[in-house]
């Protein structure tokens, strides 16, 4: 309910951040862009996101545990220090994650305005991709995905532990809950910042449909170009990024660490 409510009221926002990141434009034209698809199409590709989300979350905290559990018993004996197991891992969790691409790749589609013509909804477009370019056209996109999702997971996971250290004891649950939000906000903001760029490469990608699969670096020095080698062109809707993932992760980080007391 958490993710639903979360996503839904972010939404619009994740859309004026997409317009940035895919045509490297201010915020008040990309909103521009959304007023002039009209109010119909403001929740165009919500389906998605809102599937793989939960089921995100669920892969990254989840196997995170469950790998780390693993490894542990495995290599506890060898002299293995376990941070260097725990961040295993999670870039195991992380990269397990990247299964769920065809969801970003469908939203990325829903949310282009260029493709309004083309793709009715979340089926249409699976069935659209899948139909007439295979399997293959819904990972479009892959490699930006891998290269975000299995290092921002290491330190997001290796750095909870001393960021809430470093903050204030708690000494009540309410407490404990704002100290776990103020972890997960920061080090999901931060890294949403870090690893801004390859959310544009993965933008750009996906938003082609069929043609040649183009390198990561490729794309990227395509963006690059087009937006005259500015870097504060590149990062066009990190700021927006910032406070979007500063609440979302912070509810994230903060509902998982309160189930974990509840189960």
């Known amino acids: 309910?958490?993710?639903?409510?979360?996503?839904?009221?972010t939404f619009p926002i994740q859309k004026v951040l997409f317009r940035q990141q895919l045509h490297g434009v201010l915020a008040m034209?990309?909103?521009r862009q959304l007023q002039r698809d009209g109010l119909r199409n403001l929740y165009r590709g919500l389906l998605p996101p809102l599937l793989q989300k939960s089921t995100t979350v669920a892969i990254m905290f989840g196997l995170y545990e469950d790998f780390s559990r693993v490894l542990l018993d495995r290599v506890g004996g060898m002299g293995v220090p376990e941070l260097v197991t725990r961040?295993?891992?999670?870039?195991?969790?992380?990269t397990t994650e990247a299964v769920?691409?065809?969801?970003?790749?469908v939203q990325t589609l829903l949310q282009d305005h260029r493709h309004h013509g083309r793709f009715n909804n979340t089926a249409h477009t699976f069935r659209t991709l899948l139909g007439e370019y295979g399997v293959r056209e819904c990972y479009?996109?892959?490699?930006?995905v891998l290269l975000r999702n299995g290092p921002s997971n290491v330190l997001f996971f290796g750095l909870r532990g001393p960021i809430k250290e470093?903050?204030?004891?708690a000494s009540s649950q309410l407490g404990h809950i704002a100290s776990d939000f103020v972890c997960g906000g920061l080090l999901g903001a931060g890294l949403g910042i870090m690893f801004y760029p390859l959310n544009v490469v993965k933008s750009r990608a996906q938003s082609q449909v069929g043609g040649e699969f183009r390198p990561c670096r490729e794309v990227l020095l395509t963006v690059w170009r087009e937006r005259g080698g500015s870097v504060a062109k590149l990062f066009r809707?990190?700021?927006l990024n910032y406070h979007r993932s500063l609440l979302s992760w912070?509810?994230?980080n903060a509902t998982y660490e309160l189930l974990l007391k509840v189960i």
């Open 140 to 144: 479009r996109g892959l490699v930006p």
């Open 29 to 31: 034209e990309a909103v």
């Open 87 to 94: 961040s295993f891992a999670a870039a195991l969790a992380g």
């Open 100 to 105: 769920l691409t065809p969801f970003e790749r």
């Open 166 to 169: 470093r903050l204030p004891q």
């Open 1 to 9: 309910m958490a993710a639903f409510t979360n996503i839904a009221v």
């Open 250 to 252: 912070g509810i994230i």
């Open 237 to 239: 809707g990190a700021q």
